[in-house]
Each structure stands twice: as C-alpha cells, then as structure tokens.
C-alpha cells in the first residue's frame, strides 16, 4: 500500500483492527455459548468474510484450534446460505468449469481419434505409392 495516502492507509488499518477485534468477540461468544465453531459461523457472527479469516494468521489459528476442539460440533459443514454470494458464486464457477473441462477433454479425445484415422489413412496412401513409385 505503498501509494496510498497517509488517511487512506491509516483507515485501512483501522478497519481492519476492527474486523479482528469483532472476530476475536464473536470467537469468544460462541465458544461462551457452546456453539459450533468454524470459519462460516464466525464470520457471520462477527460481520466479517470468511476470506479475512483464512488471511489473517492469528484468527485462523484461533478458528482451527476452537474447532478442533469442539470435536463433531465444528467437522459439520454448514448448509450453504442465502447470505453467502460469494460461496454460491464459487461453487457455479466451479460447476461451470467442470462442465467446459468435461467437454473439452470429450473434444480432444473425438479429435485424437480422427487424428489416428487421418494417419493410419496417410500411412496406406504411402504404402499404396510407394508400390508404384520406381527408384
């Protein structure tokens, strides 16, 4: 953040202060109230992404260990919500993907399979001109 401006640059920090100290809070109160503990339900309870937990050190290793922890409580996968576009929109690119690698891997397999006809045809044209060729 080297081009920033000093007020930019020291609000940026601020927020993200914050984020961390709202995620320490929510940690907390669901480890108070004996609730599930995983990424996802952290994040909702503090107002912060899922992603700004991964990317933060301290908050992740916080996240794993409590989850860890709670034993079959946090290795539940929460069911995917509403309020997760960013999930939903992983999850339809990944689909999407899929698809395109699927049709792409069905093409080069029809394509590799004209290109042994074309050369087992090849090798016979050859074959057929060389009997009448004369050195």
């Known amino acids: 953040m080297t081009g920033l401006p000093d007020h930019l640059r020291e609000a940026t920090r601020s927020r993200s202060e914050g984020a961390e100290e709202r995620a320490r809070a929510a940690l907390a109160g669901l480890v108070k109230n004996g609730k599930q503990i995983n990424f996802t339900t952290v994040a909702r309870a503090a107002g912060v992404s899922t992603d700004f937990l991964y990317r933060h050190p301290g908050l ?36 999407r993907l899929a698809q395109e690698t699927k049709a792409h891997q069905d093409e080069v397999a029809k394509l590799r399979k004209a290109l042994e006809v074309a050369q087992g045809e090849n090798l016979l044209l050859r074959r057929r001109l060389a009997r009448f060729e004369t050195d």
């Open 60 to 95: 992740r290793a916080l996240v794993e260990r409590y989850r860890a922890k709670g034993g079959g409580l946090g290795a539940t996968v929460p069911e995917p919500t509403a309020s997760s576009p960013t999930s939903s929109a992983v999850r339809a690119l990944a689909s």
